[in-house]
């Protein structure tokens, strides 16, 4: 279990009660705002996916995915989706999607080896987006192009709920800066991934990190990336400062999906050619599927950062070890 940060005078500006409320209305808010800005609509998702598919997320490909087998398809495997990364690039052909059209839904995941503090569950849920482009935009514009579109989504949900709610803080400023994880290295030579991040959140707000999953110059990664769906150098994770806790808070983490060639390059890199024989795949080398650019935001640290939460289950249901909730209490922290 990792440590929980237990801010000093820390109170809720929200009881229970009015937490709940206010969840919805983020909810609904922010949603609603983000399929106009992009174009989006909601569809229907799966819980699980055919372990033999490769559909399912492998995220960092050391968490092992929650899987069972089902009495109704002769036993075969199925697994508890990590994300619907791959699933909503199949989807979007399948439902005859449009260039510069898209779908989101919401995603519900349990990722059983998440080490557990203020901002870890081993519940995730969040909403996974995905769009259509040509060939042709993909490209840095694109991505640059679709991260100030979702920002400002946030910016306006931010806005909203603090005339709703005055008493919440506001924390977000005016425009999101871009910088790549090889950039910040250089800045900061000396500090850990994390403490980088730290670092350049709190100096601008709001950032955009880039280029996430492949090594640095001093041969290291940044974060590990899965190698088959975003494109390492066209992607990366929005980061918010986050004053309650005094660390930079990652809401999304987004991309251009790989296409022919960074597939293979990404597999290769990654000792992991071996999932070319998936369905996936080959649809994706076969030119079977279309170029797409795509993200989850987190649902409930949206709300978290909002509502001005310390802990991510005061805005979420989920299994916390006895101590930790107790220690939470204690520090007027009510976990749902």
């Known amino acids: ?71 109704a398809l002769n036993h075969r495997n199925v697994e508890i989706v990590h994300s619907l990364a791959k699933w909503k690039r199949v989807a979007l052909k399948r439902y005859r999607f449009a260039s510069g059209e898209g779908l989101y839904t919401d995603m519900n995941a349990i990722r059983r080896d998440e080490e557990l503090d203020n901002l870890h569950s081993i519940y995730v849920d969040q909403w996974d987006w995905e769009m259509i482009l040509e060939k042709s935009e993909r490209n840095l514009d694109t991505l640059k192009d679709v991260v100030s579109c979702i920002y400002r989504v946030f910016k306006a949900t931010e806005a909203h709920f603090h005339a709703l709610y005055p008493g919440l803080s506001t924390y977000l400023p005016e425009e999101i800066r871009f910088i790549t994880s090889e950039e910040l290295y250089q800045l900061y030579p000396d500090q850990t991934p994390k403490e980088r991040e730290d670092l350049i959140t709190e100096k601008y707000g709001a950032v955009f990190l880039m280029r996430i999953g492949d090594q640095l110059s001093n041969g290291e990664a940044h974060d590990l990336r899965a190698p088959d769906y975003d494109d390492w150098q066209l992607n990366g994770d929005i980061l918010f400062w986050y004053p309650v806790l005094g660390c930079a808070f990652e809401i999304s983490s987004m991309g251009i999906r790989v296409d022919e060639v960074s597939l293979m390059a990404q597999l290769k890199k990654a000792n992991a050619e071996d999932r070319l024989a998936l369905p996936y795949h080959q649809d994706l080398l076969n030119g079977n599927l279309p170029y797409t650019i795509g993200g989850g935001i987190g649902q409930s640290r949206m709300c978290m950062f909002l509502l001005g939460k310390a802990h991510i289950g005061e805005v979420q249901a989920a299994i916390w070890p006895e101590e930790m909730m107790a220690a939470c209490e204690e520090h007027q922290m009510f976990i749902l």
């Open 1 to 71: 279990m990792s440590e929980v940060a237990y801010p000093k005078n820390y109170q809720s500006v929200l009881n229970i009660r009015e937490t709940e409320v206010a969840i919805k209305q983020v909810k609904d808010f922010f949603e609603s705002n983000l399929a106009k800005e992009l174009n989006l609509t909601r569809v229907s998702a799966p819980l699980f996916v055919l372990s033999t598919l490769g559909l399912n997320d492998n995220l960092s490909g050391q968490e092992r995915p929650v899987s069972f087998d089902v009495l």
